[in-house]
């Protein structure tokens, strides 16, 4: 079953803003996964944050996880046209077998 | 880095035929495969988990003998679409666990489009 929510579903913002998508989940995890994916392609791994973990950094993406909300952050500094594309979130759990339960994704729009 | 081939990228089938797709571990050995399908601006909903040398563990809902899939070495796991009706066409993903356990990451394929018709 899917448990990630994502919140805004869709984002539309001019280049140089950021970019703030927010996920909430239900289960205990092992950790959470932020994954991009453009329009018809595969997904790329983006940042993994663990449990015991707060805040993360990779380059302009910067990943909270506030484990007593059950809810994660991705923010997306300075951004470029060529961000735009579908971000989803992904948690895997310690009682899901190894598998990633996928959030509903946030569509994101970056107009030059 | 770790790269997971799938293969076909896009396929078109007609309806009532089977279509296989491939999903291959280059670089590493998977003993767990994932198989994922997408339709048009959703997400990516888990239809099953492929263990090398046993049975495939399949989420509710998603009918075992519509969807085959075998996982009969480390490096490749192959879902078949059985029958195949223009509702099955669809975008379908598989990710691969690093055996040695590389960190949690999961390595996804590129996708596999299946046009029914």
């Known amino acids: 079953s899917q448990q990630g929510e994502e919140d805004p579903q869709a984002l539309s913002i001019q280049e140089g803003e950021n970019a703030t998508m927010n996920c909430s989940y239900k289960?205990?995890?092992?950790?959470l996964q932020w994954y991009r994916q453009n329009s018809g392609r595969g997904l790329v791994h983006l940042i993994l944050?663990?449990?015991?973990?707060r805040e993360k950094h990779s380059g302009r993406l910067r990943v909270t996880l506030d484990t007593s909300k059950k809810s994660s952050s991705l923010l997306i500094t300075a951004s470029r046209a060529a961000d735009t594309a579908s971000y989803f979130c992904?948690?895997?759990?310690?009682?899901?077998?190894?598998?990633?339960?996928f959030g509903q994704g946030t569509e994101l729009s970056v107009k030059p | 880095g770790a790269v997971v081939s799938q293969h076909p990228s896009r396929v078109i089938c007609k309806s009532g035929t089977s279509v296989k797709i491939e999903c291959r571990s280059l670089d590493f050995q998977a003993t767990t495969m994932f198989w994922y399908r997408q339709f048009p601006k959703k997400s990516l909903m888990l239809m099953a988990t492929s263990n090398e040398g046993s049975k495939a563990t399949y989420e509710q809902g998603v009918e075992k003998d519509k969807f085959l899939i075998n996982h009969a070495s480390l490096t490749l796991s192959t879902l078949t679409v059985t029958s195949a009706h223009p509702e099955d066409s669809s975008f379908y993903i598989c990710?691969?666990?690093?055996?040695?356990?590389?960190?949690?990451?999961?390595?996804f394929g590129e996708g596999s489009w299946l046009t029914v018709v």
């Open positions: 990710s691969a666990r690093d055996k040695a356990g590389r960190g949690n990451t999961i390595y």
């Open positions: 992904a948690t895997d759990a310690w009682n899901q077998g190894g598998k990633l339960i």
């Open positions: 944050i663990r449990s015991n973990e």
């Open positions: 289960t205990s995890i092992n950790n």
